[in-house]
């Protein structure tokens, strides 16, 4: 894990082996869907099978021009693949997981929670990014099928003056998290090319 203890966020977000908690991230410049704009995403680990492991990518642009929001939703799809190509195994299929995503964007749980189960699957083809939100929600629906999916926001950028909390606390844990996370998305776009990735250990050097 990055940065701080954390003691308090072991409770709270009940990090344990059998517990996927992953902190997720977009970034995107120039952030106008323009085919001069780069995206990264980024996703961290810090509880169960993938614990303390990074996920991080330059986001593919040749059907669709990135954007922040593209990013930080693809974010949130590689990470819920990572975990079901993971629980898919034959070794693992028994056991059952929990999954908590931590991301600083609300639209994409707004999407997952209150807008897309009500769409009718043709709705699909009407919104932005079709092949993301469509993708998104039958892996969404299908890692629900056996584990028991929480998708937590908090605020990016230290807007709540998490970076000032107490070491050890949840704030300053999921402050630590993000903003490495925030780092790792923006490294991606900057240093990685379209369509590439890495899945590692994290480097705390």
């Given at each position: 894990?990055?940065?701080?203890?954390?003691?308090?966020?072991?409770?709270?977000?009940?990090?344990?082996?059998?517990?996927?908690?992953?902190?997720?991230?977009?970034?995107?410049?120039?952030?106008?869907?323009?085919?001069n704009?780069?995206g990264?995403?980024?996703?961290?680990?810090?509880?169960?099978?993938?614990?303390?492991?990074?996920?991080?990518?330059?986001?593919?642009?040749?059907n669709?021009n990135?954007?922040?929001?593209?990013?930080?939703?693809?974010?949130?799809?590689?990470?819920?693949e990572?975990?079901?190509?993971f629980?898919?195994?034959?070794e693992?299929?028994?056991?059952?997981?929990?999954?908590?995503?931590?991301?600083?964007?609300?639209?994409?749980?707004n999407?997952l929670?209150?807008?897309?189960?009500k769409?009718?699957?043709?709705?699909f083809?009407e919104?932005?990014?079709?092949?993301?939100?469509?993708?998104?929600w039958?892996?969404y629906?299908?890692?629900?099928?056996?584990?028991?999916?929480?998708?937590?926001?908090?605020?990016?950028?230290?807007?709540?003056?998490w970076?000032?909390?107490e070491?050890?606390?949840?704030?300053k844990?999921?402050?630590?998290?993000?903003?490495?996370?925030?780092?790792?998305?923006s490294?991606a776009?900057?240093?990685l090319?379209?369509?590439?990735?890495?899945?590692e250990?994290?480097?705390?050097?």
């Amino acid at each position: 894990m990055i940065g701080s203890k954390f003691n308090d966020a072991e409770s709270i977000l009940g990090i344990q082996p059998f517990h996927h908690i992953a902190f997720t991230d977009g970034s995107c410049y120039p952030n106008n869907k323009s085919k001069n704009s780069r995206g990264g995403y980024a996703s961290v680990f810090v509880s169960g099978p993938f614990n303390d492991k990074c996920l991080y990518g330059n986001l593919d642009i040749s059907n669709y021009n990135a954007s922040n929001i593209r990013a930080e939703g693809i974010a949130i799809f590689k990470t819920l693949e990572l975990i079901k190509e993971f629980n898919d195994k034959k070794e693992t299929n028994k056991k059952s997981y929990k999954v908590t995503i931590v991301t600083d964007c609300m639209f994409w749980i707004n999407m997952l929670e209150t807008y897309m189960p009500k769409w009718k699957k043709d709705k699909f083809k009407e919104k932005a990014n079709p092949d993301l939100t469509q993708n998104l929600w039958i892996l969404y629906n299908d890692v629900k099928k056996n584990n028991e999916i929480k998708l937590i926001h908090m605020k990016s950028h230290n807007k709540d003056k998490w970076e000032s909390c107490e070491e050890g606390s949840y704030n300053k844990f999921c402050f630590d998290q993000n903003d490495f996370a925030d780092k790792l998305c923006s490294y991606a776009r900057k240093k990685l090319t379209p369509k590439q990735f890495k899945f590692e250990d994290i480097n705390f050097e």
